[in-house]
């Protein structure tokens, strides 16, 4: 049962572009979500996180915004880099310590 | 050591036979974790551990998969009686304290199963 859905699995942006990744989540017991980025050969690194209680986080050049209701979270990157190039995963989790993981997104920034 | 370590990269092994994957957690970490990844899914959480204890073992997929970690660091993966679908990259994390809060994960090993 997946409880974090990831539908795009590839994204395909322009350097300097805005990459948008897109998240769902169903179980409404999660209260923190998590954005990781995995290179190829390498484990995922933790890239932006957001509590629950909060609607927007911002880190540079890596924002996240979650919608509660709809039970949706996003991660914009702006201006894409060809270093951003990698796979994102989604995660979310609840008052343990357990990370249920989407499908990943790989996204592709063209020169 | 720096980073989470895990041996061996890659394992490709016959269909039957049993494996073992290393894990050792950056120094001082209580809390270790195993999941998973298949082709095209998401990371499958395993098992957890805080010290040698592991209260959650629910994701372990079947009776021929068990873990244990020793002194409070190295964690070992074993899966007795390879089967095709047990193929996936398997991923340690660690982190300072129990909760979801900085994971650090491994490179992963790539296990194949012919």
């Known amino acids: 049962d997946q409880q974090v859905k990831q539908n795009s699995p590839s994204l395909s942006v322009q350097e300097g572009r805005i990459s948008i990744l897109n998240c769902d989540y169903t179980n409404s017991m999660f209260d923190y979500f998590l954005w990781y980025k995995k290179y190829p050969a390498e484990g995922p690194t933790f890239l932006i996180s957001?509590?629950?209680?909060?609607d927007k986080n911002e880190d540079g050049r890596f924002t996240v915004f979650l919608n509660k209701s709809a039970k949706h979270l996003s991660l914009h990157i702006v201006p894409s880099q060809p270093g951003d190039s990698a796979v994102y995963f989604c995660a979310a989790s609840g008052h343990d310590y357990k990370l249920s993981f989407g499908a990943g997104t790989t996204v592709t920034v063209r020169a | 050591g720096a980073g989470v370590s895990q041996s061996p990269s890659n394992k490709v092994t016959e269909k039957g036979k049993d494996v073992e994957l290393r894990c050792d957690p950056i120094?001082?970490?209580?809390?270790l974790y195993w999941y998973r990844q298949s082709l095209g899914q998401g990371l499958e959480f395993l098992i957890y551990f805080q010290g040698n204890s592991a209260p959650d073992k629910s994701g372990l997929p079947s009776d021929r998969f068990s873990a244990e970690r020793t002194g409070g660091s190295v964690s070992t993966l074993t899966i007795q009686r390879t089967q095709q679908e047990d193929s996936a990259v398997y991923l340690c994390?660690?982190?300072?304290?129990?909760?979801?809060?900085?994971?650090?994960f491994g490179s992963g090993t790539r296990l194949t199963v012919v």
């Open positions: 120094s001082g970490h209580t809390a």
């Open positions: 957001i509590s629950s209680i909060k």
């Open positions: 994390a660690s982190s300072s304290r129990s909760g979801n809060y900085g994971y650090t």
